[in-house]
């Protein structure tokens, strides 16, 4: 099927079709209000948050101007000072307020010039994508692609890389690993090694005889006296 290349000319109309397709640009980007005014010469185009509640602008613009990351900047200046109100006004949107504000800038062209500059850029977030109306068939839509993403994601992602490569080896190395052998007790050292004095032996308590329990005296039973036996006088026999 034949690919046509559509043409839209006014911003708002790009607007339209850009809140449409938010999830094309990123998935989980939800809006929350557009053409927020800043000053007299600048406003917000979209202001939305993702996934994670992070605030996120996204500009997008029918032609690359040489102010335009300027006004970027202007506008990420100006969220993150409201970000407190703006959580209390859209408590549905769970906005984390922890987080400074990022921005998605949509050009129908992308010079060397921009990259560049958003390159240097180093406190805030600037993601750049390029975009095409097409009609396939009876069907439109948008084709989006992205040309550059912020210098701090570009160092977050190979920290995350990095970090699963030495995982998986280590994984490795660890069933290679023959089961630990038990430590061997560490040897004394030379204050240590001394023997150690031998207990004096307690003095034994010697043993006192217990007293003999006293024995009855014996008292000899007096014997008893005979009287002495009166001697009788012999009578004489008289013979008659």
């Given at each position: 099927?034949?690919?046509?290349?559509?043409t839209?000319e006014?911003?708002?109309?790009?607007?339209?079709?850009v809140?449409?397709?938010?999830?094309?640009?990123?998935?989980?980007?939800?809006?929350?209000?557009?053409n927020?005014?800043?000053?007299?010469?600048?406003?917000?185009?979209?202001?939305?948050?993702?996934?994670?509640?992070?605030?996120v602008?996204?500009?997008p613009?029918l032609?690359?101007?040489?102010?335009?990351v300027?006004?970027?900047?202007?506008?990420?200046?100006?969220?993150?000072?409201?970000?407190?109100?703006?959580?209390?006004?859209?408590?549905?949107?769970?906005i984390?307020?922890?987080?400074?504000?990022?921005?998605?800038?949509?050009?129908?062209?992308?010079?060397?010039?921009?990259?560049?500059?958003?390159?240097?850029?180093?406190?805030?977030?600037?993601?750049?994508?390029?975009?095409?109306?097409?009609?396939?068939?009876?069907?439109?839509?948008?084709?989006?692609?992205?040309?550059?993403?912020?210098s701090?994601?570009?160092?977050e992602?190979?920290?995350?890389?990095?970090?699963?490569?030495?995982?998986?080896?280590?994984?490795?190395?660890?069933?290679?690993?023959?089961?630990?052998k038990?430590?061997?007790?560490?040897?004394?050292?030379e204050?240590?090694?001394?023997?150690?004095p031998?207990?004096?032996?307690?003095?034994?308590?010697?043993?006192?005889?217990?007293?003999?329990?006293?024995?009855?005296?014996?008292?000899?039973?007096?014997?008893?006296?005979?009287?002495?036996?009166?001697?009788?006088?012999?009578?004489?026999?008289?013979?008659?």
């Amino acid at each position: 099927m034949p690919v046509e290349h559509l043409t839209i000319e006014k911003p708002e109309e790009l607007m339209e079709i850009v809140s449409k397709e938010l999830e094309g640009i990123e998935k989980g980007l939800k809006m929350i209000g557009n053409n927020i005014p800043i000053d007299e010469k600048t406003k917000v185009g979209m202001l939305c948050h993702d996934e994670n509640g992070q605030l996120v602008i996204v500009e997008p613009t029918l032609e690359e101007g040489e102010n335009l990351v300027i006004q970027a900047l202007k506008c990420a200046d100006f969220v993150d000072k409201f970000k407190m109100m703006l959580a209390a006004t859209n408590p549905k949107s769970k906005i984390d307020t922890t987080k400074p504000p990022r921005v998605i800038l949509l050009l129908p062209e992308c010079s060397e010039e921009t990259v560049r500059l958003v390159k240097r850029i180093k406190d805030i977030r600037i993601d750049l994508y390029t975009w095409e109306y097409l009609k396939i068939g009876d069907s439109k839509g948008l084709h989006i692609e992205p040309i550059l993403i912020s210098s701090l994601e570009k160092m977050e992602k190979p920290k995350e890389k990095g970090e699963k490569k030495p995982e998986k080896a280590t994984k490795k190395k660890e069933e290679k690993k023959e089961e630990p052998k038990p430590a061997k007790p560490a040897e004394p050292k030379e204050e240590e090694k001394k023997p150690l004095p031998e207990p004096k032996p307690e003095p034994k308590e010697e043993k006192k005889p217990e007293p003999e329990a006293p024995k009855p005296k014996i008292t000899p039973e007096p014997m008893p006296i005979k009287p002495k036996e009166e001697k009788k006088e012999k009578k004489k026999l008289r013979l008659f």
